[in-house]
C-alpha cells in the first residue's frame, strides 16, 4: 500500500481542531442542550477530537450516510445507512462532517432533517474542495479548504484503508 504524502500533520489538524471547538462554544453559549451529529464514517476521529474541544453541554447522535459512486466520484444519489436514534425537533444540531466535495451529501442531509423540524442546523466540516463544488453548501465552521486532491487518513478512506493515519495525506495521482 502507498504511503500517501502528508497534507496536515496532527498536530496541524490538533491546532485547528481545537480552534474550531472554541469557536463553536463561543457561538453556541445562549443556547441549550446541543446535539452533535458525525456522519459516519469519514467524520468519526474528526468528531471525538472536536467535541472534547466543547465546553457546552451536548449530546452525541450518529448519522451514517454513502454516496453512491465509482471510485472516487460521488454520483450524488445518497442513502442513510444508519439513522439517529432520537428526535431533533426543536433541537440545536450540528453536523460534523469529515469533507465537503461536490455538496450533494450534505444538501441531501440537510433537506432531510429540515423534515424532522430541529431548532437549527449548522454544519462543520473539517475540509472543503471549492474546485468540485455541484451544488453550494453553507459551511459554518471550516477547518481547512484543500484543492482537487483525494485526501485519506484521519478517519477519511479510500476503499475502506487509511482511516487510521494520524494524519490527512493525499495518495499521489488522486
Ligand atoms: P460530496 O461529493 O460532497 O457529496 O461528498 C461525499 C462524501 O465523499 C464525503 O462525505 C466523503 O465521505 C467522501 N469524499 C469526498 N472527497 C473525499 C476525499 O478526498 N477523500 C475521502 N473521502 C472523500
Ligand atoms: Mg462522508
Excluded at 426543536?90 to 460534523?96: P, R, S, Y
Excluded at 459551511?139 to 484521519?154: R, S
Amino acid at each position: 500500500m502507498l504511503k500517501p504524502r502528508v497534507l496536515f500533520d496532527a498536530a496541524t489538524l490538533a491546532a485547528r481542531v481545537q480552534a474550531l471547538g472554541a469557536q463553536i462554544t463561543h457561538d453556541y453559549r445562549d443556547v441549550g442542550d446541543l446535539v452533535v451529529v458525525p456522519i459516519l464514517k469519514g467524520s468519526f476521529l474528526f468528531a471525538s477530537d472536536l467535541i472534547r474541544h466543547i465546553d457546552h453541554p451536548l449530546s452525541v447522535e450518529f448519522l451514517g450516510l454513502r454516496s453512491y459512486g465509482a471510485g472516487t466520484e460521488s454520483s450524488g444519489v445518497v442513502q442513510i445507512t444508519y439513522d439517529l436514534t432520537t428526535p431533533i425537533m426543536g433541537k440545536d444540531v450540528l453536523i460534523v462532517e469529515d469533507i465537503v466535495d461536490t455538496g450533494l451529501s450534505m444538501q441531501y442531509l440537510f433537506e432531510n432533517l429540515a423534515t424532522r423540524r430541529p431548532r437549527s442546523v449548522k454544519l462543520c466540516a473539517l475540509m472543503q474542495k471549492p474546485a468540485r463544488t455541484r451544488v453550494k453548501v453553507d459551511i459554518d465552521y471550516l477547518g481547512f479548504t484543500i484543492d482537487d486532491h483525494f485526501v485519506v487518513g484521519y478517519g477519511l478512506d479510500f476503499d475502506e484503508k487509511y482511516r487510521n493515519l494520524p494524519y490527512i495525506g493525499v495518495i499521489e495521482g488522486g
